[in-house]
Each structure stands twice: as C-alpha cells, then as structure tokens.
C-alpha cells in the first residue's frame, strides 16, 4: 500500500491555492508540481510555496511518472480534457466543480473513468462543511422522513466575476454553472441523490456585468477583464426527479435584489432542515413544531473546514484507506440537470429526459 501521495495541481489561479494549501499540510502529501498555462504565475507560486517543479502544461505534468494524483483547478473548458488526460496517465483526480463544461464532456470523464479504474471526485466542497454534515446525517438516520422538496436561492446583487467567468466559450455558462451547480448539488445530495426526470427553466441577459459598480465583495478572476459578457445573468429553474420529488432553484450574479442571499432548504414526511443561512431542523414531536438548533462551531458553510475535509477525502480515496466520494456519475447527473437547464430555457419550454 502506498504510503505518500505524490501531488501535482492544475491550474495556479484562485481555487488552486485553497488545494495546495492543504496539501502543503497533509502528513500524507508531497505536493510535487504546479503547472498553469501562464507559466510565470506557476513558477511564482512554485518558488513561493517551496514546489519543486512548475510547468506551462497539463501534459508537462502528468508526464512525470512521480506523480499520482492531481487537482484540476483551471476553466471549466479544459477540466475534461485535462481530467480525462490524466486519467489515461493512470493520475486519481480532484476536478473542481462543475466538473466540466457541458454533460457530454462530463460523460466522457466518466467514461475514462471506468476504463482507467482511478479515482474521480468532483469537488462539491459544501458537502464536508459541519452544518451539511450533521444535516445529512440527521437525513439518514430518517429524522425528516422522506425528502420530496426542495428550495434554493443563491442571490449575488453584483457578482459577475468577470474574466473567464464572464465568457461562455470558457465557462459554459453563468452564476448557474459557477455557483448555482454547489447548491443544486447540495439539495440533490441531502433528496438522496434521485435521477431527474425533468427541468423547466428561464435565463435572463439583462443587466450585464455591472463592471461600473462599485462592490465591496466581489470574486474576481485572475485574469480579470470587464470588457465582455457573454453569460447569463440569473437563471430559475424547476426540476422534477423520478421518484417524485421536485427542486426550485434560482440564483444570480446580477439582479437588483435589496440584499446578496443563500438560502438552502429541504422539506420531509416527518420534518424540514434549512442548510443555510444558518442550520435549522424543523421537527414535529408531540403535536408542535420545534425549530432545533445544534451547536457548531458554524452554523453555515465554512471554507477552510469544507477544502480541509475535501482533499482529506480525497487523499484517503486515492492511498487506497477511504471509499470514493462524490463519484463521477454524481458530476456527471449534476451537469445533466445544468444543461437540462440551460436547454430548457433556450427552447423556451420543459425538458424530458
Ligand atoms: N469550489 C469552489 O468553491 C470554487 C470557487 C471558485 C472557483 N472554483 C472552480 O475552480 C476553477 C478555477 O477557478 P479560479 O477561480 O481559480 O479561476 P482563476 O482564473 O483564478 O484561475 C484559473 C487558472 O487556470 C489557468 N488555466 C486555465 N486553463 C488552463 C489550461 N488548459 N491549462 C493550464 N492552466 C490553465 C489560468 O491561467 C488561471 O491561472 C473553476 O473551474 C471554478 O469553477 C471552485
């Protein structure tokens, strides 16, 4: 059995810093190479962080037999690309969310990822964040009963992150397929992960970036260009699972809201569990309704804690001493209902699967 796990990260951006900052810290981990298109920018991170080797490809790196895993952190035009690569270089891979740009290339992944036996987690990091962890658990041992609906609302004021985030060819989409993709995974996940049916959605493209607003918490790209726009500005959706649930979801990047919101919810048979703002259980006991409270440290997502358990998972997954979490078919299902989404509201009617 392995012992160490040798590291390479894709992408030296934003996110990639997150990924190489717990694996500098694993015990288990030499995180050995970074590579980037920008070389300069791998290079600068290389020798800041102490990496030993910075590369300007993917294939520079996945070359170097040393390596047994890798963190896909560029745009989500090249995960696939990348994911698979690595793959067939014989790599366990970490792809960040959305685990590509449209759901063939998702099931491509997949595909490569049955052929090649490696590992694949799609990085749903809200998943491993204290308040969804106990809520899950709460799921499970059947506290709510069955989960048949579900409601979400990711509202983002002014928070088009511009650069390739703001460009279709490169994203494949908007706040749907950037931040839309972790709370319609988190419903999915605590409904207990049902097969869609079906998906009636709207876009809209009528605010833009709003470049000229001055905003105190915006996400940037590291490439950051206000000058182009080519993605939608919010997005709402209906959709319908096989075994009769359903999820309303809208979320946004630009809307004249009177406050940014992230509201999570899940409804059951026998109680309710509101995920964000802040876990709340409501439970029926005794003919009243109690609002239950459990004591965290957090009682919303936490960064740290969700990247932390994330690659923890992963690691343990790929030194062969941890099941598999959130599976390529998991993407995979994700991006059918994105593109689902975004196909319904171009045609401007439901979608059957
Ligand atoms: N899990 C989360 O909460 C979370 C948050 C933000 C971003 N993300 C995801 O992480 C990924 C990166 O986002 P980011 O915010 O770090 O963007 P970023 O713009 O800060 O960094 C992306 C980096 O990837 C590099 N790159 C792009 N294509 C490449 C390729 N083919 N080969 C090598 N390098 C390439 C770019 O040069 C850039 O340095 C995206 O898929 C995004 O959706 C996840």
Redo the contacts with the bound molecule.
Sequence with gaps: MTTTLNVGV?????????HREVYAKHPRVNLLAV????LE??QQVASKEGIVHAY???TELLANPEIDAVS????????A??AIDALRAGKHVL????MAYNYEQAQEIEAAQAETGKIVQV????RYSENCVVLKDAIDKGRLGEIYYAKTSLVRRVGN?G???ADVE??GGGPL???G??VIDLCWYLMGRPRVSSVSANAYHHLGNRANIQYADR?????YDPTKNTVEDMVNAMIRFENGASLLVDCTYSLHAVADKLEVEVFGTKGGGQLEPELTLAIEQDDRVYNLVPQLTQRSFG?TE??TN?IHLFVAAALGEGEPVAEAWEGAEIMKILQGIYDSAKAGKEIRF
């Excluded at 894709?10 to 997150?18: E, M």
């Excluded at 996400?219 to 490439?223: I, M, N, P, R, V």
């Design positions: 894709i992408g030296a951006g934003n996110i990639s810093a997150l590579a980037d298109q920008n920018r791998a300007a490809s993917h896909v952190c560029t745009w989500n035009n090249s995960h690309s990348i792809v960040e969310k959305p990085g749903f990091v809200r992150p650069g390739w985030f490169r994203s397929i950037d931040v993709v972790h996400y940037l790209a590291s490439d960064f969700g990247f994330e």
